[in-house]
Each structure stands twice: as structure tokens, then as C-alpha cells.
């Protein structure tokens, strides 16, 4: 499950525009409100290239945002 508070904090952090950040992951900004609110999943190259765009390098960052659990 992603954590959308912290995604959205590195997406504000980068500056770069939902659309962009879409289009760069080859889906729909639609399709990225999806998952970003987990509706859908996030598939794992889709990951690779959100860390890329969003300089997440850290894998402990990447797992406390794609693979975040409530409990």
C-alpha cells in the first residue's frame, strides 16, 4: 500500500506537475490519482521511474512510501 501523504510531500518536493509526472510514467494522470489514492497498485517499473523523477534513491524512502503498511 503507498502512503499518499508522504508521496504527495516528495511530488510537492520535486516540483514537477502531476500531468508531467504522468506522462514520463507512460499512464494517464488519472490513472496516477489511482494509485497515488490506492485505488489501483503502483506496478514495479512504474516505481522505479516515480524514484527516479522524484529523486527517491534511498530504498528505505522507497519502501516507507510504496510499501507502507497502517498496521
Do not use: P
Not at 10 to 25: E, R, W, Y
Not at 40 to 49: D, L, N, R, V, Y
Not at 54 to 59: A, E, F, N, Q, V
Not at 66 to 71: A, I, K
Amino acid at each position: 500500500m503507498t502512503n499518499t501523504e508522504r508521496l504527495l510531500k516528495h511530488i510537492k518536493d520535486s516540483g514537477l506537475k502531476l500531468q508531467f509526472i504522468a506522462d514520463k510514467c507512460g499512464m494517464s494522470r488519472s490513472s496516477l490519482n489511482n494509485k497515488i489514492y490506492n485505488r489501483t497498485e503502483f506496478k514495479t517499473g512504474e516505481i522505479e521511474a516515480l524514484c527516479v523523477l522524484l529523486g527517491i534513491s534511498s530504498i528505505a524512502e522507497r519502501h516507507k512510501v510504496f510499501f507502507w503498511s497502517e498496521s
